[in-house]
T-cell receptor
Framework: GAGVSQSPSNKVTEKGKDVELRCDPI?????LYWYRQRLGQGLEFLIY????????KSGLPSDRFSAERTGESVSTLTIQRTQQEDSAVYLC?????????????FGDGTRLSIL | RKEVEQDPGPFNVPEGATVAFNCTYS??????FFWYRQDCRKEPKLLMS???SGNEDGRFTAQLNRASQYISLLIRDSKLSDSATYLC???????????????FGPGTSLSVIP
């Protein structure tokens, strides 16, 4: 079946612009995660959605970052007034809910470059 | 102390060598454990889950020691294709603020040399 799909694959934009990144999870996966990975660094947790529960936003680095998810489907991560420090790969992952032994499955990521 | 810590690496080993990666976690309530691998400029991919009794998948063996809060990954007969960053992943499970809490370690880089 289809895996986690992210778009766009690459995004280059000017400092100060807003960007929107999209994630389509695996069908039936109710948990969805966003991560940021800067070049040569580890994964940085941003936000977690679980069904209709309130999302865990504890990883969002500033109020310029926000994310939405409609039901158990597509999620969008929005970065407002982008800064050069936002340049990174943004990874989305999904997993089944209800079983903590279920692993996450990642999309290919969106490579964001802020000029 | 970080919630998940790994050997800092990098590990440079010759083909055919056996290499072991270590990982420690701080939350004794952690419920499930995984090893992922991440190739350069690629997304992380699940390598194997880690079970309490230990488990093996071909050349790869994972072990868990709950008392010591320690996880290991052993790779036997290393191949050039094993070169990647290996990520230790711990799922704490439900917390007060989150239904699920997955923590990725910083990763250990492995280079297998011809």
């Amino acid at each position: 079946g289809a895996g986690v799909s992210q778009s766009p694959s690459n995004k280059v934009t000017e400092k100060g612009k807003d960007v929107e990144l999209r994630c389509d999870p695996i069908s039936g996966h109710t948990a969805l995660y966003w991560y940021r990975q800067r070049l040569g660094q580890g994964l940085e947790f941003l936000i977690y959605f679980q069904g209709n529960s309130a999302p865990d936003k504890s990883g969002l680095p500033s109020d310029r970052f926000s994310a939405e998810r409609t039901g158990e489907s597509v999620s969008t991560l929005t970065i407002q007034r982008t800064q050069q420090e936002d340049s990174a790969v943004y990874l989305c992952a999904s997993s089944r809910v209800g079983y903590s032994n279920q692993p996450q499955h990642f999309g290919d990521g969106t490579r964001l470059s802020i000029l | 102390r970080k919630e998940v810590e790994q050997d800092p690496g990098p590990f440079n080993v010759p083909e055919g060598a056996t290499v072991a990666f270590n990982c420690t976690y701080s939350n004794s309530a952690s419920q499930s454990f995984f090893w992922y691998r991440q190739d350069c400029r690629k997304e992380p991919k699940l390598l194997m889950s880690v079970y309490s009794s230990g488990n093996e998948d071909g050349r790869f063996t994972a072990q868990l020691n709950r008392a010591s809060q320690y996880i290991s990954l052993l790779i036997r007969d290393s191949k050039l294709s094993d070169s990647a960053t290996y990520l230790c992943v711990v799922n704490i499970g439900p917390t007060k603020t989150s239904y699920d809490k997955v923590i990725f370690g910083p990763g250990t880089s492995l280079s297998v040399i011809p």
